[in-house]
């Protein structure tokens, strides 16, 4: 293997990937709202990557260019909520988007690699999940070239519109010039979600120049082609055909999303309501995430009125940029063990307020925030297991993080007096309803699969807060632990984690945590991502005289011709 | 990497490895029959590996002990119609199953340990297919200790019972000891097939000594502990239950499965009804399937009474033999070109017979075959091809050799006189319902996903024999070619094919190929065998430090603790 650029900073040697930005800061994106439509322009800068050692020509992306998107589309959701559709489009002349910077993939470690796909993935799965669920649709208006990974942004929306000026086109030429699958949701999403047949899908994906024209349309690779003379007209005319369906409000003022309270000293990092304690030399990241410290606000006006100050609001991008972080910057800790502190009733309180004013934009916009931070949790490929200790809150959404962990421990009773009291385990209906996986069932049902029959029993204890026989008795901890044997069963539960294969833990939990059925994202996370990152490993791809290392360089790549 | 000492044979360097065995010749397996009930023990030889380097202690197994495992599942289908539940065994003391033999594993090549672990799922499979649809239920009865691949094989059966003898026990060790993922369906089967609770999962499959009685039972992993005086009257009752449900006929005679007539000659194999004839420098594997050249018999006693010669049940065996045989032995060989030779009339003919006949046991079986031996070919990791020239039978059963291919190609037209006449598809009334793949859909639902109504239309053109532009236009084939494009434009596919990275292949194909819903088998397949195959190439497993070297060393595997 070549050098390995890009590396999670080791001892400070790297600058730390930060995924908070602002419009104001971006270099490769703009957004400008015409009423109902934002434009989301795409401008990459060449020399604007995240780190040196290669340009981001033809608007290629890497971390930091989707990281600007993912702020995007996150503020037009909150922050515009008159915006009823986005149009994707491009900033420069004929090429709409080169796809992931190849440069940037062949100097990237594996782990960057897979941490990079794994993103742009769930940034994309954000603006499917503003279509399906919050009424802003999304147009990819294509003109130039739409190749690879630019491709794949234009698959993430609902309509895909391209310029018939004889040279525009949408191809995935990976297989045949880099020898790794096609952007890497893309696959699964031309098969799964625009249901291309499958030979035609083969044909597409190994065709350097893909296509254009009806032929595109055709095979429900676009969904339209309009010529050059009419473009901008019939790409307002479909935004605001689209707009006129959402259910967005028209004239509501928007929640500005304001710069995260966080600081960073030594190993820690702390924000208002979550706090990340990395114990290196156990391999262990503790997160603890806090209850409200106010009352909830008695309407949704009133949560409106508390902007990114709102407990849900601020606790979810606390918790969504602790994740990221973890994963980014701390790749050597395979092990989060989460914790909460607080009080259960007041989280009981603001889990009243958003399942009573579900039709509110705003706190649907919450709880959707809240559903796809859990998500992202899913789908970090580091142990989780929660601690549930005298003092803490898991109640209703925070209960959520305990029904996310790979195992949980419940200490039984208390340590004694003085020590607080014992803990408990609340149930609230966004357990039961809220917060679906990425394969569309809660954790509760995932975990009930083999004994519904549990499930209604769990049911029947909604709002009550159970204490540890009880909560082991419907299942909803692994284990239970007095305060005798509490400190060495945790220690060694811990320390035996810390201790296997970060690969073998990977792969399993991939697959332990997602029983049940599948949907086109859990396809993605599962199936197509697997086969990638055996791919990213493979010396015909990654290796010295591999796809990825030749490309550009006039060599051939040298294969090893055995199939596996 | 260290040496690798299981190798697909390269100019003769390796035994050839032999997909066909009978139970005279069995090394590692009995069959007892005894009324309705199988008996199957397993008592694997130590020294009886499928190539020297490795003992097979422990009831450990190899490729060559699933061969027999897989003849003798099979066998007791067709040769047994009266074996209602088949009961699985250990011939040793003390133990039931080890698992994959963990230092061939060592010494295996990549491509040589996943396609191992591919055919071990296959015959695991085959014993639930046995049970979903023949009517032949199987129970594990493990006494001793049923580790990793050993308890995944007890997961195969629809009854696991577990000696309560205070040392016999099930587990999965191979995150703890092996840095890979336990038996390779196994976590698929233990939250999936037994829906084990997914915190449970993650403990049992991370603790070395694994869990017995009562506790086994609690979780769902065994169904139930019996103790050791009652064992084998038990064992026979819970048999004899099984077989009273059982659908299969009492006082049948069975169809013995003769040896293959077979031939190897140079890069040619030869059989009845297929041939392979191996192009070693364009990277081909032309495989040709002869339709049948007796008519079909008029009924099932008929068809019975010509035993294994019967056509469906010889080209079936012969074409299951003929992809084990590339898949193992022609590593190198990416890409397969399959076409069919004879009268689609012939063809079709079977086909009403098949049809007519679903309810006698034999043509059942028969189906089932068939319907296995497709879904063999859709988890083959080679490019298929299927090329529809003069003279071809693509007829109903055989049409779905053009179905399961990557791309088609049609000759349009003829070469002129005397070159025979134009080719033409036939759909069947099978192709709509007796193949379902691994996801549970027939072929044409998968392809037909996006439009449903071009299924509509293809189901009305039933029988009739289609040219290619009318294939084509029911989204039947991918590509027509008239008399002069055809040598060019399919020399260019095929050349090119072969010149892409055979990883990125493998990676596309199964992708494209598995478009809609999921099944327990597809997860397996898809999600679980590509995360496994992504840790067999990581150095935490496989490399010189890997715990897969240093097993049994006395060494500690020396993990990058970097989580990916």
Same mark, same amino acid.
Request: charged letters at 25%; aromatic letters at 8%.
């Given at each position: 293997?070549?050098?390995?650029?890009?590396?999670?900073?080791?001892?400070?040697?790297?600058?730390?990937?930060?995924?908070?930005?602002?419009?104001?800061?971006?270099?490769?994106?703009?957004?400008?709202?015409?009423?109902?439509?934002?434009?989301?322009?795409?401008?990459?800068?060449?020399?604007?990557g995240?780190?040196?050692?290669?340009?981001?020509?033809?608007?290629?992306?890497?971390?930091?260019?989707?990281?600007? @998107?993912?702020?995007?589309?996150?503020?037009?959701r909150?922050?515009?909520?008159?915006?009823?559709?986005?149009?994707?489009?491009?900033?420069?002349?004929?090429?709409?988007?080169?796809?992931?910077?190849?440069?940037m993939?062949?100097?990237?470690?594996?782990?960057?690699?897979?941490?990079f796909?794994?993103?742009?993935?769930?940034?994309?799965?954000?603006?499917?999940?503003?279509?399906?669920?919050?009424?802003?649709?999304?147009?990819?208006?294509?003109?130039?070239?739409?190749?690879g990974?630019?491709?794949?942004?234009?698959?993430?929306?609902?309509?895909?519109?391209?310029?018939?000026?004889?040279?525009?086109?949408?191809?995935?030429?990976?297989?045949?010039? @880099?020898?790794?699958?096609?952007?890497?949701?893309?696959?699964?999403?031309?098969?799964?979600? +625009?249901?291309?047949r499958?030979?035609?899908?083969?044909?597409?994906?190994? @065709? !350097?120049?893909?296509? %254009?024209?009806?032929?595109?349309?055709?095979?429900?690779?676009?969904?339209e082609?309009?010529?050059?003379?009419?473009?901008?007209?019939t790409?307002?005319? %479909?935004?605001?055909?689209?707009?006129?369906?959402s259910?967005?409000?028209?004239?509501?003022?928007?929640?500005?999303? *304001?710069?995260?309270?966080?600081?960073?000293?030594?190993?820690?990092?702390?924000?208002?309501?979550?706090?990340?304690?990395?114990?290196?030399?156990r391999?262990?990241?503790?997160?603890?995430?806090r209850?409200p410290?106010?009352?909830?606000?008695?309407?949704?006006?009133?949560?409106?009125?508390e902007?990114?100050?709102f407990?849900?609001?601020t606790?979810?991008?606390?918790?969504?940029?602790?994740?990221?972080?973890?994963?980014?910057?701390?790749?050597?800790?395979?092990?989060?063990?989460?914790?909460?502190?607080?009080?259960p009733?007041?989280?009981?309180?603001?889990?009243? @307020?958003?399942?009573?004013?579900?039709?509110?934009?705003?706190?649907?916009?919450?709880?959707?925030?809240?559903?796809?931070?859990?998500?992202?949790i899913?789908?970090?490929?580091?142990?989780?297991?929660?601690l549930?200790?005298?003092?803490?809150?898991?109640?209703?959404?925070?209960?959520?993080?305990?029904?996310?962990?790979?195992?949980s421990?419940m200490?039984?009773?208390t340590?004694?007096?003085?020590?607080?009291?014992?803990?408990?385990?609340?149930?609230?209906?966004?357990?039961?309803?809220?917060?679906?996986?990425?394969?569309?069932?809660?954790?509760?049902?995932? +975990?009930?699969?083999?004994?519904?029959?549990?499930?209604?029993?769990? %049911?029947?204890?909604?709002?009550?807060?159970?204490?540890?026989?009880?909560?082991?008795?419907?299942?909803?901890?692994?284990?239970?632990?007095?305060?005798?044997?509490?400190?060495d069963?945790?220690?060694?539960?811990? !320390?035996? +984690?810390?201790s296997?294969?970060?690969?073998?833990?990977?792969?399993?939990?991939?697959?332990?945590?997602?029983? *049940?059925?599948?949907?086109?994202?859990?396809?993605?996370?599962? %199936?197509?991502?697997?086969?990638?990152?055996?791919?990213?490993?493979?010396?015909?791809?990654?290796?010295?005289?591999g796809?990825?290392?030749?490309?550009?360089t006039?060599?051939?790549?040298?294969?090893?011709?055995?199939?596996?």
């Amino acid at each position: 293997m070549a050098p390995e650029a890009i590396e999670a900073p080791v001892a400070g040697a790297m600058p730390r990937i930060d995924f908070q930005t602002h419009p104001d800061r971006y270099r490769h994106w703009r957004i400008e709202i015409d009423g109902p439509i934002a434009f989301l322009t795409m401008a990459v800068q060449e020399n604007g990557g995240l780190v040196p050692g290669y340009e981001l020509k033809l608007n290629s992306y890497d971390l930091g260019v989707d990281i600007e @998107l993912a702020d995007a589309v996150q503020r037009l959701r909150f922050e515009h909520p008159g915006v009823k559709t986005v149009v994707i489009r491009s900033g420069h002349d004929r090429v709409f988007c080169a796809g992931a910077n190849i440069r940037m993939l062949s100097i990237s470690s594996h782990a960057h690699k897979v941490n990079f796909c794994k993103f742009t993935n769930e940034t994309r799965n954000a603006m499917e999940d503003a279509s399906a669920f919050s009424g802003q649709r999304y147009i990819a208006a294509v003109s130039g070239t739409a190749a690879g990974g630019g491709y794949e942004l234009a698959l993430a929306a609902d309509h895909i519109m391209l310029v018939d000026d004889k040279s525009s086109a949408v191809s995935c030429p990976e297989t045949p010039l @880099l020898a790794v699958l096609p952007a890497t949701g893309g696959l699964t999403r031309i098969v799964d979600k +625009r249901k291309v047949r499958r030979d035609r899908a083969d044909v597409f994906a190994t @065709l !350097e120049e893909g296509f %254009r024209g009806k032929r595109a349309v055709e095979w429900r690779l676009v969904d339209e082609v309009v010529r050059k003379s009419a473009w901008k007209d019939t790409v307002r005319q %479909r935004a605001l055909e689209f707009a006129g369906k959402s259910d967005r409000p028209d004239h509501a003022a928007g929640v500005s999303l *304001g710069p995260l309270a966080r600081s960073f000293d030594g190993d820690a990092v702390s924000y208002r309501n979550v706090a990340i304690a990395v114990d290196r030399e156990r391999g262990i990241a503790n997160v603890t995430v806090r209850g409200p410290d106010t009352p909830a606000p008695k309407d949704a006006d009133a949560a409106r009125a508390e902007g990114d100050t709102f407990w849900p609001l601020t606790m979810a991008r606390e918790l969504d940029d602790a994740i990221l972080h973890l994963r980014l910057n701390e790749q050597e800790i395979g092990l989060i063990v989460i914790r909460t502190e607080g009080d259960p009733n007041s989280v009981m309180e603001f889990d009243a @307020l958003l399942d009573a004013h579900q039709g509110d934009w705003f706190i649907r916009e919450v709880r959707l925030f809240l559903r796809r931070v859990f998500s992202r949790i899913d789908v970090t490929s580091r142990t989780l297991i929660a601690l549930i200790e005298s003092g803490s809150c898991f109640a209703g959404t925070l209960a959520e993080l305990a029904l996310a962990a790979d195992r949980s421990a419940m200490l039984d009773g208390t340590f004694g007096p003085g020590s607080g009291a014992a803990p408990t385990l609340t149930l609230g209906v966004a357990n039961f309803s809220a917060y679906a996986m990425c394969n569309g069932l809660t954790r509760l049902a995932a +975990r009930f699969l083999g004994e519904p029959e549990t499930g209604v029993r769990a %049911r029947a204890a909604l709002g009550r807060p159970l204490n540890a026989g009880e909560s082991a008795e419907l299942g909803l901890v692994t284990f239970t632990y007095d305060k005798t044997d509490w400190a060495d069963e945790v220690r060694i539960m811990l !320390e035996e +984690r810390a201790s296997f294969s970060p690969d073998a833990l990977t792969g399993m939990e991939a697959n332990l945590r997602f029983a *049940g059925p599948e949907t086109m994202q859990s396809k993605i996370f599962g %199936r197509l991502t697997a086969w990638q990152n055996w791919i990213f490993q493979r010396p015909n791809a990654a290796g010295d005289e591999g796809a990825l290392k030749r490309y550009g360089t006039g060599l051939q790549p040298n294969f090893d011709r055995r199939r596996v």
